[in-house]
């Protein structure tokens, strides 16, 4: 199944559909069921410490998993997260980039599920883990 | 159980140590084991049509697990949410508060266990729901 | 909405379409969006110390995920779990039945999402929750 | 950090401590951080139409989260499983062995997390997939 919508395409639907958060997030590599996404390092995703919020994790794993469902089915900005299940495992490490490594595990008719490891950039050992369902809109 | 810290309490603490945060919630009650939490309807909180986003309604569900344990054990910055599954189940009306019902239901010396309800304030059909476990920091 | 299965209705159903565990679970009520089950204590569920293995609750939960949905929906045996989180937070009492509590919290055209507490028979601190959903078959 | 117990070890200690399950599973492959467990195809495992049921691909997951963890800290048969969150795909083939690879994500003092891919043997597509939280008991 080829890529309906390259790293080009991807981040110009990102600036027009969700353009509050569009400049939080860079688009690093997207292949055939898979996505690379970074959150900028910005003072606002902070808690004390330096370290990146869990809403800003949260953030980041719901839209590589958006992207990388859109990236195979082409741009349909209501496709919508139904559930998320993430564990956090160990503090980002302060003033790093957060890279999602997300994988498309099924794409179905009506849901997508995806995978996604969360990294500090430069660090070997994934900070937080979480999978994410999208529902697909329908004609 | 005695709780260890209300509302007054709860709210200083969100104040001082989440300053970037604590505008966005108002603890409306607090009880044993229990919390109801707001979150103030701000347009950073919104996706296009007016709905709340994702990240916003995970935000409130987390910070309600936080606080329902921390008012029972007294304040603790440093718990960390190690865990969260959340079912998004209907679109949140536009404009209206988003409202968290948190029931604590495990309090162990490890860990909390929690489950919170999310609603559009004036609607009875809840928009989604979370279960969050923090872990609790050992002396 | 109307109940479209009662509790003979959905006993017999359950004899029918899972005879090798028909069995193990006895309905003790259904209503409006809302079913107690209860697992009854037998030596295949236990684990050594006589309490109730995970994969026995989690089979518990499902069923009365699934029971709680097809009362809704009438019989459809093909109805099949998409998605599970469950945390388990006290050991069973060795012994006792084991009774889930489950809720109906959305029952849209293509999915139902349940939420279930899990308790030991005479005990008042729930011993799991989960959160089921159920892909609903379309005609 | 090396192996503290290898395919033999774990199997044994299947045996002797889940006597009532131990034939259900056999080891393929341990490794630091990684094991591959597979589920004997058993009638009592399946489903009307000759499917795995869920709480049996329920039950390799958490088996392999467990040795994984096991074979990184040695036999502690009293680890229990805190949480889990599944996703069921796609139907598991009829009559074929199910197997697991498990990947350890985090070992800490208190927990550790697993992710998990749960395949029919013969077949690229993962038919669940399943993240686990285990509690390490403390001495």
């Known amino acids: 199944m080829p890529l309906q919508?390259?790293?080009d395409d991807l981040s110009k639907f990102l600036s027009k559909e969700f353009l509050q958060v569009a400049d939080?997030?860079?688009i690093d590599n997207v292949e055939e069921g898979w996505i690379q996404?970074?959150?900028?390092?910005?003072d606002k995703h902070l808690?004390?410490?330096?370290?990146?919020?869990?809403?800003a994790m949260f953030a980041l794993?719901?839209?590589?998993a958006y992207l990388v469902?859109?990236?195979?089915?082409?741009?349909?900005?209501?496709?919508?997260?139904?559930?998320?299940?993430?564990?956090?495992?160990?503090?980002?490490r302060a003033g790093a980039d957060l890279i999602a490594r997300c994988t498309l595990l099924k794409l179905g008719k009506h849901l997508s599920v995806s995978d996604v490891l969360l990294y500090s950039e430069g660090q070997n050992a994934p900070?937080?883990?979480?999978t994410l369902t999208y529902a697909i809109p329908q004609k």
């Open 5 to 7: 919508m390259n790293v």
């Open 24 to 26: 939080d997030f860079a």
């Open 37 to 42: 996404l970074r959150l900028v390092a910005h």
């Open 47 to 55: 808690r004390p410490g330096g370290t990146v919020s869990g809403p």
């Open 61 to 64: 794993a719901d839209v590589s």
């Open 69 to 92: 469902t859109l990236a195979m089915i082409g741009p349909k900005a209501l496709a919508v997260t139904t559930n998320c299940s993430i564990d956090f495992m160990r503090k980002p």
């Open 127 to 130: 900070v937080a883990r979480a």
